[in-house]
T-cell receptor, first 118, second 116 residues
C-alpha cells in the first residue's frame, strides 16, 4: 500500500462542475506536491507546499486551486475545467528541504487520480 | 537546456537479461540528488534508487544499481535479471541543491518492455 493516499482514483466531470482531488500522508513530510501527467509524458509540476505554505506555483491556470489545510492534507479544487485538462494528477510528499544529514529527501507519490473532463 | 536527458524512448530486453537505461543531467550545483522511478501502466510512480552527488559508491537496491559517473554527468540505471513485471516507464529525476524550493526535474522517460 502506498503511504500517500489519493482520492478519488477516477473522476469524470463536466466543464461546469466543481470537484476536488484529495491527498493525505502520515509520514510527517513537510513538503507536498501536485503534478499533472499526460500519457507517455513525464510529470509536470503544478504546485508545491512547504510547511503548509504555497512555495511554488508553476503558472497554473486559476481553474486549479490548491489548498493545504494541515501538514497531512493537500487538496486540489477544480472548477470550469477544459477537456485538455484530462490527465493523471499525482500527489507527492517529501521530508522538506534536503541536507547532507537528512540525505535523499525522496519524493513519495500517491497512486494518482485519473481525471476526465467531458 | 534540459536538466535531465533520457535518450531512449523505448527499450526491449529478454527476460533474465540485464538492461541499462541511460540518463544524463545538467547542473552547476555541487550538491544534488539523482533518482529513478518506475511507473507501471497502473500509474503509480514507484521510487527505485537514489544517488547523492557526494556519494562515492554507486547505489544498489536489490536488482537495481545506479552507474554514477560524475565527471560525465551520467546516472544510468542497471536492472539485472529482468522480470516480466519490470515492463514499465522509467523516469530519471534530479533534485538540485540542498534548499532550493523542493524542485525535482524529470526526464522524458524510457519505456521498457521485457520479452518472455
Amino acid at each position: 500500500d502506498t503511504e500517500v493516499t489519493q482520492t478519488p482514483k477516477h473522476l469524470v466531470m463536466g466543464m461546469t462542475n466543481k470537484k476536488s482531488l484529495k491527498c493525505e500522508q502520515h509520514m510527517g513530510h513537510r513538503a507536498m506536491y501536485w503534478y499533472k501527467q499526460k500519457a507517455k509524458k513525464p510529470p509536470e509540476l503544478m504546485f508545491v507546499y512547504s510547511y503548509e505554505k504555497l512555495s511554488i506555483n508553476e503558472s497554473v491556470p486559476s481553474r486549479f486551486s490548491p489548498e493545504c489545510p494541515n501538514s497531512s492534507l493537500l487538496n486540489l479544487h477544480l472548477h470550469a475545467l477544459q477537456p485538455e485538462d484530462s490527465a493523471l494528477y499525482l500527489c507527492a510528499s517529501s521530508q522538506g528541504a534536503a541536507s547532507r544529514r537528512t540525505g535523499a529527501n525522496v519524493l513519495t507519490f500517491g497512486a494518482g487520480s485519473r481525471l476526465t473532463v467531458l | 537546456a534540459q536538466k535531465i536527458t533520457q535518450t531512449q524512448p523505448g527499450m526491449f530486453v529478454q527476460e533474465k537479461e540485464a538492461v541499462t537505461l541511460d540518463c544524463t543531467y545538467d547542473t552547476s550545483d555541487q550538491s544534488y540528488g539523482l533518482f529513478w522511478y518506475k511507473q507501471p501502466s497502473s500509474g503509480e510512480m514507484i521510487f527505485l534508487i537514489y544517488q547523492g552527488s557526494y556519494d562515492e559508491q554507486n547505489a544498489t537496491e536489490g536488482r537495481y544499481s545506479l552507474n554514477f559517473q560524475k565527471a560525465r554527468k551520467s546516472a544510468n540505471l542497471v536492472i539485472s535479471a529482468s522480470q516480466l513485471g519490470d515492463s514499465a516507464m522509467y523516469f530519471c529525476a534530479m533534485r538540485e541543491g540542498l534548499n532550493t524550493g523542493n524542485q525535482f526535474y524529470f526526464g522524458t522517460g524510457t519505456s521498457l518492455t521485457v520479452i518472455p
